[in-house]
Nanobody
Framework: QVQLVESGGGSVQPGGSLKLSCTASGSSFETGTLGWYRQAPGEVREVVATITTNGIANYIDSVKGRFTISRDKADNKVYLQMDTLKPEDTAVYYC?????????WGQGTQVTVSS
């Protein structure tokens, strides 16, 4: 059974940085994509960044140049380095795995950007 466990959220001032980590288990993760989504209060969940098994990354426009997704295939981990954070980045961030059949989610980690 696929399990995703996030860590690394917290509170930071605008312009600061955080790094989220996700440890994945229960699959080889050799197909599909790993990624990060976020959901702000009262908003729908949106994709932030995804990365394929061969390392191709995609980002939503609002985080391009500020966020970097990466994965460690040996340890089944995926990371989201978030720099130059803005108040509008405040949300619960979810790790995601999509194997072209099902979506799997972590429990989420809160990121708050506030002065």
């Amino acid at each position: 059974q696929v399990q995703l466990v996030e860590s690394g959220g917290g509170s930071v001032q605008p312009g600061g940085s955080l790094k989220l980590s996700c440890t994945a288990s229960g699959s080889s993760f050799e197909t599909g994509t790993l990624g990060w989504y976020r959901q702000a209060p009262g908003e729908v969940r949106e994709v932030v960044a995804t990365i394929t098994t061969n390392g191709i990354a995609n980002y939503i426009d609002s985080v391009k140049g500020r966020f970097t997704i990466s994965r460690d295939k040996a340890d089944n981990k995926v990371y989201l380095q978030m720099d130059t954070l803005k108040p509008e980045d405040t949300a619960v961030y979810y790790c995601n795995y999509y194997n072209f059949r099902n979506y799997y989610w972590g429990q989420g980690t809160q990121v708050t950007v506030s002065s």
